[in-house]
């Protein structure tokens, strides 16, 4: 094995058919300056053979090779020894849950099962509904059903327009549609809602695998288990393992097939008071949890009432929100998700020996009452009775249907598992992919694993939650952004600084809506706080930043589902947020958001830099997303996916003058030095004391790292730092960021009086 992981930073990697390339060999260029900059390990996004053109490469469409448009085997064989030789090491991120199907030709797994169904060697390969139409598998690929009439033969293809099937030997006389019905196979309208697989949530393009089959399993993972037996990876990094069958089932065999000194991290994402089941055999998870409790204490909550009265003005009731959430589960499982709950169903009814015709919806309310992704971790075998027994007592009618499904869940299998899949899918549709986008009083924290009704995260709350993954889980990854945060770190940054100006936010926002009156006020004050996220400090509006501001607003305004949505989009509306976007972008509003940002902006910086620095040494493993050792403005992908330049990067570490990266280099170089401490050390918590002292949050790591950073900035500016003292240990004390020396008792005016944190090293002389 190579090299222990330290810390990480997530590269984007991509073919030349995306668009633009960034392959192994761009990677291994970049590795003096990873190297410069104290990364130990790079962290590659899914290398595995994707769907031709993908952007991300989370459609694998051939597990068994790495892509050809990366730089193949060969490419990886390369970027492995070049960062060896420099001893550093790879994380890889591997996609078990499904495959992209999105174009069949691609996939040979995928297009054998649909040109010889059930006897295909691949059919246990992945989840498909084989009842739902006579043993023939569900495609919803048409616009219509009508479009069967228009499908022609073209000789061992059925093809439509681009779409082009295979057809089972010996059956293609005939004419199109006479062809189809001998298939395997049934294509079907995408409106019906009916599927014959089990998706990644709701995204027909990429089908779930059976990886609870042994010889599934064997077959997905051949080439990641070579990576490992030839030295080429130290880690992995799984992606959504909550929708497999088993998902603790399926990590003990990967530990078993990468062996006891790998590092696996899984995306987990857990709820606010859930615990990570402490039985895995893995380091942890990608770093939510890590993610809401670090940008979590910059939020100042004294800004809650004003803000919840600005959203209230606007006429979203804020104490509804639970209520809101419970009808948009319940219309994830039974609208967007409605075949998987057919399915599941069945599969009770099958099971328990009968049926209701209230189970439908008995599914749905008792979805309602369960807030994690799934709970049949044994750590959390208590979640299911308790839901079992709220959805109860809210609707006794329920009683009967509950009987049944608890009949069926008794005998474990089938029924179980599936319900389990569908929570989580109900889950992420209902929470991450709509709630978060109606959700406007301080967009920050509408981010994975968040919980924006809780207004921040305190002190002591932040405290416990590092001492105990200290000790639990102290090689969990730690990050502020990843591929899929709804914002980049910067942007929540700046947007949470609103948490400390809510009367002068209100004030603006106020006058904008008369300058430029949104077509909706919710709408409005949800987009404000993201044009304000990202609002360049210049102010100058360039093609590149409109384009990307009305990107993301369809995408937010479709997410949310209020007026308009993706799969019935009201061109009206989206046409009057477009315009008002351009008339934000070219009016007046622009001098006046230009005027905030310039105003407000020293505070956002201060709680960037200070929640980069605590992401960076807070118990756990860091990872530096693509990019992010600068200032960086990103939104939701595809934002967060452009070109990143390095020459900047390159440059700026050399000077060492950008604030952000002389905390993020000097923070990783002193990782390196003290790999025990860091990896094994005790978190424990320092207190300042004075009138200022609720504006430090500071912690030692073992026997010798301090860090010390400011919040609540803008009070702060107000009434100064005053009497404050940070509370030094014994010993003589050195900022690795300034070069000042500090012993004992140390004013906090003048800890502070270079950047707005420290990150201290006891001095062994």
Same mark, same amino acid.
């Given at each position: 094995m190579g090299f222990p992981v330290l810390s990480s930073y997530r590269l984007q990697l991509r073919g030349a058919s995306s668009g633009f390339a960034f392959t192994f060999a761009d990677a291994e260029k970049l590795l003096d300056y990873l190297d410069d900059l104290g990364v130990t390990h790079l962290y590659l996004s899914p290398i595995l053979s994707p769907t031709e053109g993908s952007a991300h490469g989370y459609d694998v469409v051939d597990p068994t090779t790495v892509s050809a448009e990366l730089g193949g085997p060969e490419g990886l064989a390369r970027l492995s020894a070049a960062a060896r030789a420099r001893g550093m090491g790879l994380v890889v991120d591997i996609v078990p849950n499904h495959v992209g199907v999105d174009k069949p030709q691609q996939n040979p797994w995928w297009w054998d099962v649909l040109q010889h169904g059930r006897d295909s060697a691949y059919a246990r390969y992945f989840d498909i509904d084989w009842d739902l139409s006579d043993g023939r598998i569900v495609l919803p690929v048409l616009g219509s059903d009508d479009d069967v009439a228009d499908l022609t033969v073209d000789g061992d293809l059925l093809r439509l327009g681009d779409l082009a099937f295979p057809i089972a030997p010996g059956t293609g006389d005939g004419t199109g549609p006479e062809v189809h019905d001998r298939?395997?196979?049934?294509?079907?309208?995408?409106?019906?809602?009916?599927?014959?697989?089990?998706?990644?949530?709701?995204?027909?393009?990429?089908?779930?695998?059976?990886?609870?089959?042994?010889?599934?399993?064997?077959?997905?993972?051949?080439?990641?288990?070579?990576?490992?037996? /030839?030295?080429?990876?130290?880690?992995?990094?799984?992606?959504?393992? !909550?929708? #497999?069958?088993?998902? =603790? &089932?399926?990590? *003990?065999?990967?530990?078993?097939?990468?062996?006891?000194?790998?590092?696996?991290?899984?995306?987990?994402?857990?709820?606010?008071?859930?615990?990570? /089941?402490?039985?895995?055999?893995?380091?942890?998870?990608?770093?939510? !949890?890590? #993610?809401?409790?670090? =940008? &979590?204490?910059? *939020?100042?909550p004294q800004g809650k009432p004003a803000l919840t009265d600005l959203v209230g003005s606007a006429g979203v009731d804020y104490e509804a929100m639970p209520a809101l959430l419970a009808e948009l589960k319940i219309k994830a499982a039974t609208d967007t998700l409605g075949s998987e709950l057919s399915r599941l169903?069945?599969?009770?009814?099958?099971?328990?020996?009968?049926?209701?015709?209230?189970?439908?919806?008995?599914?749905?309310?008792?979805?309602?009452?369960?807030?994690?992704?799934?709970?049949?971790?044994?750590?959390?075998?208590?979640?299911?009775?308790?839901?079992?027994?709220?959805?109860?007592?809210?609707?006794?009618?329920?009683?009967?249907?509950?009987?049944?499904?608890?009949?069926?869940?008794?005998?474990?299998?089938?029924?179980?598992?599936?319900?389990?899949?569908?929570?989580?899918?109900?889950?992420?549709?209902?929470?991450?992919?709509?709630?978060?986008?109606?959700?406007?009083?301080?967009?920050s924290l509408n981010e994975v694993g968040g919980e924006p009704h809780r207004f921040g995260v305190g002190a002591a709350e932040f405290h416990q939650s590092a001492a105990t993954r200290a000790r639990l889980w102290p090689q969990t990854m730690t990050t502020l952004t990843t591929h899929d945060t709804k914002r980049g770190e910067d942007v929540r940054a700046r947007i949470g600084v609103l948490s400390q100006v809510p009367s002068l936010w209100a004030e603006f926002v106020s006058r904008w809506e008369s300058l430029a009156p949104p077509p909706d006020r919710a709408t409005g004050q949800f987009l404000w706080q993201n044009i304000f996220g990202v609002w360049p400090l210049g102010g100058e509006v360039t093609?590149?930043?409109?384009?990307?501001?009305?990107?993301?607003?369809?995408?937010?305004?479709?997410?949310?589902?209020?007026?308009?949505?993706?799969?019935?989009?009201?061109?009206?509306?989206?046409?009057?947020?477009?315009?008002?976007?351009?008339?934000?972008?070219?009016g007046p509003v622009a001098n006046e958001l230009t005027k905030l940002v310039g105003q407000l902006n020293p505070h956002a910086a201060s709680d960037a830099l200070g929640q980069k620095l605590l992401a960076l040494t807070v118990p756990g493993v860091p990872d530096v997303y693509q990019g992010t050792e600068l200032w960086d403005d990103s939104l939701v992908d595809p934002d967060n996916r452009r070109e990143v330049d390095y020459e900047v990067r390159r440059a700026a570490l050399n000077e060492l003058q950008h604030p952000k990266i002389r905390v993020v280099t000097t923070a990783l170089r002193l990782r390196r030095a003290h790999p025990d401490t860091f990896l094994h050390g005790d978190y424990i918590p320092v207190l300042a004391h004075g009138d200022a002292s609720e504006h430090v949050l500071a912690f030692r790591r073992g026997e010798d790292i301090l860090v010390a950073v400011t919040r609540w900035t803008v009070r702060l500016k107000d009434i100064g730092w005053g009497n404050t003292v940070v509370p030094l240990p014994e010993g003589s004390w050195t900022d690795t960021l300034s070069g000042a020396v500090a012993s004992g008792p140390t004013a906090a005016a003048q800890l502070f009086s270079d950047l707005p944190v420290v990150l201290l090293e006891r001095d062994r002389g």
């Open positions: 298939q395997h196979y049934r294509l079907v309208g995408w409106k019906n809602g009916v599927v014959g697989y089990r998706r990644f949530f709701s995204i027909t393009s990429l089908a779930g695998l059976r990886q609870e089959d042994r010889a599934v399993f064997d077959a997905c993972h051949a080439e990641v288990a070579r990576w490992f037996r /030839e030295g080429l990876v130290d880690g992995v990094r799984i992606d959504h393992p !909550d929708g #497999l069958s088993n998902p =603790g &089932g399926y990590l *003990v065999w990967l530990r078993e097939l990468v062996g006891d000194q790998a590092w696996i991290v899984i995306e987990k994402i857990l709820g606010v008071d859930e615990a990570l /089941e402490p039985t895995l055999p893995i380091a942890g998870t990608t770093g939510y !949890d890590v #993610l809401r409790e670090v =940008g &979590g204490v910059f *939020v100042d169903r069945r599969s009770i009814a099958a099971t328990a020996g009968g049926d209701d015709p209230l189970l439908p919806d008995t599914i749905a309310a008792l979805l309602t009452n369960i807030d994690v992704y799934r709970s049949d971790y044994p750590g959390l075998a208590a979640l299911l009775p308790a839901a079992l027994a709220e959805t109860e007592a809210a609707q006794p009618h329920l009683g009967p249907a509950l009987q049944i499904l608890a009949a069926a869940l008794a005998r474990g299998g089938e029924p179980a598992t599936r319900l389990q899949q569908l929570c989580g899918a109900v889950t992420a549709k209902a929470v991450e992919d709509c709630l978060f986008y109606r959700d406007a009083r301080l967009v093609p590149q930043l409109r384009d990307r501001l009305h990107g993301y607003a369809e995408k937010a305004i479709r997410e949310a589902a209020w007026h308009t949505t993706w799969n019935d989009p009201d061109t009206e509306f989206e046409d009057a947020v477009h315009g008002w976007l351009d008339r934000v972008l070219d």
